[in-house]
């Protein structure tokens, strides 16, 4: 199991535009309408079942909020970060 | 416009599994495992597209919530639980 992430860690390791809200980090990637947030929600779901790390993505016109957390750690571990970054990779 | 339903309108017109929850009505549909919840979240997404009525749609591993408001019309209209009875059909 990954080992929770100090706050110090989970400060260095964030990738960039996510940020820290509790026991979870969230990015809101936005879109010029809406079926292209909906094809970008399908495309890090791929990434999210490949990791076999399952965020919580909340679709609204023009926006995708993404929440990652790792429950079974009860807080932030590595495989958010990782995971986060990879979706940054998918919005270039 | 959409007019704005009354409280018996809502009740009679409700979908069969949708609740109301203040100005919007929700349902949460489940899915045996996470990808099947995220086709389906696609799939409803391109109906909403259609209807150019866009929902808040919340994917996590086997369910997907669904809430429908009217914004220009400040509530629950026919838009909204039209819509809703689309996406049942989507499901069965």
Known sequence: ?????????????????????GDEIVRTFEFDSYLPGVGFASGIAGIAEDAWHHPEITITW???EVRLTTHDAGG???????????FNDAYE
């Open 62 to 64: 023009g926006e995708v």
């Open 1 to 21: 199991m990954a080992d929770l992430l100090s706050d110090e860690e989970i400060e260095a390791q964030l990738p960039a535009d996510w940020e820290r809200d």
């Open 76 to 86: 932030i571990t590595e495989k958010d970060t990782d995971l986060a970054a990879r």
